[in-house]
Nanobody, 125 residues
Framework: QVQLVESGGGSVQAGGSLRLSCAVS????????MGWFRQNAGEPREAVAAIDSDGTTIVSNSVKGRFSISQDNAKSTLFLQMNSLKPEDTAKYYC???????????????????WGKGTLVTVSS
């Protein structure tokens, strides 16, 4: 059974930093695209950043230069380093896995096969 568990969310003031983690277990394939997405109530889920099993990364223009995605050597944990946070970054952040093995340039939530339950990030001004 594939499980994704996000952690690291919290409340921070604008300009601050947070590091999100997504622990992955039970994923049976060697190739993947793993991504971070965020969503506010009543709004569609949007892609933030993604990384594939070769290490190729994609970062949304809205967070480029402030957020970075990475994974540990065992590829069992996905990270999202968020710097220079803004109030508009407030959302619930989810990690997902796409079995396809590579990330589309326009990777989106419909590509994902597995999801975590999310972790809340609140940025105050």
């Amino acid at each position: 059974q594939v499980q994704l568990v996000e952690s690291g969310g919290g409340s921070v003031q604008a300009g601050g930093s947070l590091r999100l983690s997504c622990a992955v277990s039970g994923y049976p394939y060697r190739s993947y695209c793993m991504g971070w997405f965020r969503q506010n109530a009543g709004e569609p889920r949007e892609a933030v950043a993604a990384i594939d099993s070769d290490g190729t990364t994609i970062v949304s223009n809205s967070v480029k230069g402030r957020f970075s995605i990475s994974q540990d050597n065992a590829k069992s944990t996905l990270f999202l380093q968020m710097n220079s946070l803004k109030p508009e970054d407030t959302a619930k952040y989810y990690c997902g896995i796409d079995k396809k093995g590579y990330c589309d340039a326009d990777v989106g939530p419909n590509d994902m096969d597995y999801w975590g339950k999310g972790t809340l990030v609140t940025v105050s001004s």
